[in-house]
Structure formats: structure tokens, C-alpha cells
């Protein structure tokens, strides 16, 4: 498991486990073939959710990577974040604030990307 989706299941909420297919379809109590339902996602409110998190009036997790990496406990040393950068494409993170404020902005971006509600203000 990379560091990116140690990041998601913190703030998302780890994924649920399939349940194995059963040999045949199940039926309702009169015995008609009922299909399942299609399991649909909600949108997860990252700010919300980063918001309720304990410590997180403490932290600038609004913009630094750093403080959102603590925040949710996730190791947020040169090596995670540069293993970070790295699997958001980013392939010259140096560590430097400017390389920080971008993994911080792409990180939010791939979080809206996977189904995470992000402010604007996160992502631009």
C-alpha cells in the first residue's frame, strides 16, 4: 500500500471488503429473483472530515503537507513525502516549500479524484 492511499483510507475511511459473489441469485420472500442494488458512494467532505479529526486546530493542515500527514498519522519524514510525490507524478521533489505546497495541492486534487469533496481553495 502506498503512502497516497495510507492517506484516502485516513480520511475516507478504510474500504470495505467485497463479499463474495453467492452460487446463486437471492430471492425475496415470495421467491422472486431479486438483483442487487449497485452500492453507490457518497461524496466523503475532506475538510469536514480532516476538520473533526483530533489535533486539527493545532495544524496548518490546510495547506501544509506536512501538518496533514500528522494530523491523520501518516509518517510525514523527506522519505514519504518524496515516496509521495513520486506516486503523484511528481519525479523532482526536492523537499523545498515550493515542492511542499505543490505535493500538499496535488495531493488534494487526487483526493477530489477519488471521490473526495474538496474546497476550491485546496486546489488551485
Known amino acids: 500500500m502506498g ?3 495510507s492517506i484516502r483510507d485516513a480520511i475516507f475511511g478504510k474500504p470495505a471488503k467485497a463479499q463474495p459473489a453467492p452460487d446463486r441469485p437471492a430471492g425475496d420472500e415470495t421467491g422472486t429473483i431479486v438483483a442487487p442494488r449497485p452500492q453507490q458512494l457518497d ?4 475538510e469536514r472530515r480532516l476538520d473533526a479529526m483530533p489535533g ?4 496548518n493542515w ?4 506536512v501538518d496533514l500527514m500528522k494530523l491523520i498519522g ?3 519524514s523527506y522519505d514519504s513525502r518524496k ?7 511528481n519525479t523532482d521533489y526536492s523537499g523545498s516549500a515550493e515542492d511542499n505546497i505543490r505535493l500538499h495541492k496535488q495531493t488534494m486534487q487526487a483526493l477530489a479524484k477519488n471521490g473526495g469533496k474538496v ?3 485546496f486546489l488551485d
Open 119 to 121: 474546497p476550491k481553495q
Open 74 to 76: 501518516v509518517d510525514s
Open 83 to 89: 515516496e509521495l510525490a513520486q506516486e503523484l507524478g
Open 62 to 65: 490546510r495547506s501544509s503537507i
Open 56 to 59: 486539527a486546530d493545532g495544524l
Open 3 to 5: 503512502i497516497f492511499s
Open 43 to 46: 461524496e466523503v467532505d475532506v
